[in-house]
Nanobody, 119 residues
Framework: VQLVESGGGLVQPGGSLRLSCAAS????????MSWYRQAPGKERELVAI????????NYADSVKGRFTISRDNAKYTVYLQMNSLKPEDTAVYFC?????????????WGQGTQVTVSS
């Protein structure tokens, strides 16, 4: 199982970035996908989540209206479009896959990609 994030980098306030997370080794279309982030000295927080079919999304209040999560099940990839970036969005962004059965929870994490918003 692998989740590989890409697309992070340094961007000025007000700018945009698009993160990608390429999945392999599991049935991607059966998993809800999420983006989390962790800033230095802070706990990891949920940023956005999308259900397995891609029809439902939810966002942290801090990113609503600025970030959009989407997925392409044919490409085994989830995206996070980040617009109007603020310095407080600076963090390592992690991709997460989660699925529940009657008796088990399956969860996988990527290694993270750094996003830095600074002038």
């Amino acid at each position: 199982v692998q989740l590989v994030e890409s697309g992070g980098g340094l961007v000025q306030p007000g700018g945009s970035l698009r993160l990608s997370c390429a999945a392999s080794g599991f049935t991607f279309s059966s998993y809800a996908m999420s983006w989390y982030r962790q800033a230095p000295g802070k706990e990891r927080e949920l940023v956005a989540i999308i259900n397995s079919a891609g029809g439902r999304t939810n966002y942290a209040d801090s990113v609503k209206g600025r970030f959009t999560i989407s997925r392409d099940n044919a490409k085994y990839t989830v995206y996070l479009q980040m617009n109007s970036l603020k310095p407080e969005d600076t963090a390592v962004y992690f991709c997460n896959a989660k699925a529940l059965s009657l008796s088990n929870m399956y969860e996988y994490w990527g290694q993270g990609t750094q996003v830095t918003v600074s002038s």
